[in-house]
């Protein structure tokens, strides 16, 4: 099974390169059959994820997001959801070559980590921990999502064609106006955020649970305090000052660096209660 596993995961990288690399010649070279290869080799890219994920949940005999390799597969596999279904349903595809290559680096990272299966601890057998876990990857995948859009803002020119010759093409191969991207990305951080609260909430049962308190400063509850309050002061700052445009674009971009530094830099650098390893 293991075997099967390395196979997978690296068939999983490879493909996801392929679409990251078919969707941005697309820019350089004006053919929808680039965007017709993209398209089949993220379906199978993401075919191949689901089958990678549920090889492991079958070899561990749960779900697979117990250690930081499993929450960062999963982690891809859900931003990768969350982007086709705004892809679909506001026709961005022309962002996909930084969605895939946020999902690509992801894959990239966990294939660097320790795959070994331990057998869970006590504590980490709780129906909070794994309510307080599959929240996070919701928000994370969501703000992640919002962050590649936010980037697409802060980096687009508000003139930019794609060079469309079809009427697929045409409808789902575009730039949205800034205007429509901003609503998007405060769309996913108000979707996100309250993932994260309740990330939160069910981190402080589960805490109370295992160690008999809610709150204790650990380095991860504090990194999580931070980027939930960072959300806050834009939603904040939205509805009563009302922030827009490249605000929404920055916030949405430092808030998934803090993001990312709670999930990977305080487990490697800050070592603590909730390492993660």
Known sequence: MIQWETILLLLVFVVYVGAT???????????????????????????LHSGLLLVRGLAAGRL??????????????????????????????????????????????????????RPLMPALRSGWLQSHVASGILAYGALAVSAVLAVVMLTRSEDKETGLESDWAARYWKMPAAIELERYV?????????????????????????????W????????????????????????????????????????????????????YLLPGLHSYK
């Not at 929808?32 to 379906?43: D, E, V």
């Not at 069910?202 to 109370?208: F, K, N, P, R, S």
């Not at 939205?238 to 660096?257: D, E, N, P």
């Open 21 to 47: 690399i078919s969707f941005s010649l697309r820019y350089w070279m004006k053919s929808n059959r680039l965007i017709a290869a993209g398209l089949l080799l993220t379906g199978a890219a993401f075919s």
């Open 64 to 117: 697979p997001f117990s250690n930081l390799y499993e929450f960062t597969l999963v982690f891809g596999w859900v931003t990768l959801l969350l982007f086709v279904g705004c892809a679909i349903r506001f026709r961005l595809l022309a962002t996909a070559p930084l969605a895939l290559s946020l999902v690509t680096l992801l894959i990239g990272v966990a294939a660097m980590m320790p795959r070994d299966i």
């Open 186 to 214: 405060h769309g996913l951080i108000v979707f996100g955020f309250f993932f994260l609260s309740v990330l939160m909430v069910t981190g402080a049962v589960w805490a109370e649970e295992t160690w008999g308190r809610w």
């Open 216 to 267: 204790g400063w650990d380095p991860k509850e504090i990194w999580a305090l931070i980027t939930w309050m960072i959300y806050l002061v834009y939603l904040h700052g939205r509805s009563r000052f009302g922030w827009r445009g490249q605000a929404t674009a920055w916030f949405s971009a430092i808030g998934f660096l803090a993001v990312m530094f709670t999930l990977f830099g305080v487990t």
